[in-house]
């Protein structure tokens, strides 16, 4: 019903910048939160930053002054800007979607993206 579309990853040197897209399709009403998560090899996934409909934002402290959430709500499209790459951003970058609601539906659904890969490295 829902499918995420990412787009912007690949490989970049340190002190790089990449900016990553997000792009929801589907017959969605209203999206609540959209954000990115993160899963370097070997670890856990982790929240990277997400962002509300109405602007709020929240960060991981380990990216706080180099990435940049924004979104677009008439595009149903979320974007990252990370700017001072560093090798430990290394990893597959998740964009999820929560609290979906569609044409039609009272239900919530959430979703996730496909992923794509940013590689820091010189």
């Known amino acids: 019903q829902v499918q995420l579309v990412e787009s912007g990853g690949g490989l970049v040197q340190p002190g790089g910048s990449l900016r990553l897209s997000c792009a929801a399709s589907?017959?969605?009403?209203?999206?609540?939160?959209m954000g990115w998560y993160r899963q370097a090899p070997g670890k856990q996934r982790e929240l990277v930053a997400t962002?509300?409909?109405?602007?709020?934002?929240n960060y991981a402290d380990s990216v706080k002054g180099r990435f940049t959430i924004s979104r677009d709500n008439a595009k149903n499209t979320v974007y990252l800007q990370m700017n001072s790459l560093k090798p430990e951003d290394t990893a597959v970058y998740y964009c999820?979607?929560?609290?979906?609601?569609?044409?039609?539906?009272?239900?919530?659904?959430?979703?996730w993206g496909q992923g794509t890969l940013v590689t820091v490295s010189s």
């Open positions: 999820n979607a929560d609290e979906i609601t569609m044409v039609g539906s009272n239900n919530a659904l959430d979703a």
């Open positions: 589907g017959s969605i009403f209203s999206i609540y939160a």
């Open positions: 962002i509300t409909s109405g602007g709020s934002t």
